[in-house]
């Protein structure tokens, strides 16, 4: 028998089993936490910290991703406050100029108009190319740990870090797969391989300077 | 050039004195640099098939640390100090000036294989700020203007008139 865990979300009482995430155990009492790199086939990334709940014990609140974060015995969550909103808020104009070319659209247009962010905030003090990816490795991960092809990977470092294909993994796999224009959040890579066979954006762009 | 044989060789040679694991990655690729002066894309793959990682891993490392090269360096590498006593010099004038006259960006390596462009942090000589090193050799007190005159033998060395 599995252990069951009793904790509390936004005053409701939930029972969630042991090594559940409070992502999933507020999933399954129908609360709903936003997500932007999370997906349920894949393993915990707490890269974009759009789930950030507020986990409450012993008298201390702290903030955590709740997508990776595992459910305890008592423990009293707020996925909603004045503070949870204000770090979305925060996060979502933070993504929002990277998306300027194409505009801010789909899931994050919809967090940007839930939590009332100014999406060109920060648009004067962006320095990088507005490349649509949020970097949540969502395409990556899925290429990897459910596809098992690693034909996309992530190269470079800060400003300049992109997804790319590798033209020999890619050109074995993608044409058939293409799972990943599924996952990515803001519609990058369907958008540049332009329904074409074959992935534009290659490591060998990366390499001299193209992208 | 380095050819695609002699890559394999010296990245067999290099695979054998290693462990199959995958701490291994950061030093392998240190040590085919060190040997080929950059990493090949055919080394790249080696190193994948023999830690047995995708290889979009590898790249993702290797892409990474700013010590990793992936076009071999020009013949006159040509490196730009921007540490602080150079860059409060006017070390990024000097930059652009370069990029200018060789017509190639930082990182890169111009076409023909002459020059290569790198920026690093100090070299231990601030006094004479600020300051370039072409190949082996300092050039002090920098100006833009200087380093016209100054590339102008590396440019005509390719005809054999470089004299030193
Ligand atoms: S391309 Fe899309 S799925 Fe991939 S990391 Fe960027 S935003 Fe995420
Ligand atoms: S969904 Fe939890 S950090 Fe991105
Ligand atoms: S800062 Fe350039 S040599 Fe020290």
Redesign the interface.
């Known amino acids: 028998m599995e252990k069951l865990i009793s904790l509390e979300i936004d005053g409701k009482e939930v029972k969630a089993r042991e090594g559940m995430t409070v992502l999933e155990a507020a999933k399954e009492a129908g609360i709903e936490i936003p997500t932007l790199c999370y997906h349920e086939k894949l393993e915990p990334y707490g890269a974009c910290r759009i789930c950030s709940v507020e986990v409450e014990r012993g008298g201390r609140t702290q903030v955590v991703a709740s997508c990776g974060y595992p459910v305890e015995e008592g423990m009293k969550i707020k996925t909603r406050s004045e503070r949870i909103d204000q770090i979305r808020k925060t996060i979502i104009e933070l993504i929002a100029p990277s998306l300027s070319d194409g505009g801010v659209v789909g899931k994050v247009r919809e967090l940007a108009d839930e939590y009332g962010a100014d999406t060109s905030v920060f648009m004067s003090t962006f320095k990088a190319t507005p490349t649509r990816c949020i970097l949540c490795g969502q395409c990556v991960r899925y290429c990897s740990e459910v596809v098992a092809a690693n034909a996309i990977g992530f190269v470079g470092r800060g400003v300049e870090r992109r997804v790319v294909f590798l033209p020999e993994r890619a050109s074995r796999f993608c044409p058939t797969c293409r799972e990943c224009y599924e996952v990515c959040p803001t519609g990058k890579i369907a958008a540049e391989t332009d329904g074409s066979i074959f992935p534009e954006f290659s490591i060998d762009d990366f390499l001299s300077g193209k992208m | 050039m380095i050819t695609e044989e002699q890559t394999s060789q010296a990245v067999a040679e290099i695979l054998s004195s290693h462990k199959k694991e995958k701490k291994n990655l950061i030093p392998l690729l240190q040590e085919v640099q060190i040997r080929l002066g950059y990493l090949p894309r055919k080394a790249m793959?080696e190193i994948a098939s023999f830690l047995e990682v995708?290889?979009?891993?590898v790249?993702?490392v290797a892409?990474?640390?700013d010590q990793f090269r992936?076009?071999p360096l020009g013949k006159y590498h040509t490196r730009v100090c921007m540490g602080t006593a150079c860059h409060l010099a006017g070390g990024k004038l000097i930059l652009e000036a370069l990029e200018r006259e060789l017509d190639i960006?930082v990182?890169?390596t111009a076409e023909d294989g002459n020059f290569s462009l790198e920026r690093v942090a100090c070299i231990g000589c601030c006094m004479l700020a600020p300051v370039i090193v072409i190949k082996d050799k300092i050039y002090p007190k920098m100006t833009p203007f200087k380093v016209e005159e100054t590339l102008i033998p590396y440019k005509q060395e390719p005809q054999g008139k470089l004299k030193e």
């Open positions: 793959q995708p290889g979009v891993e790249w993702g892409t990474f640390y992936f076009v960006k990182g890169e």
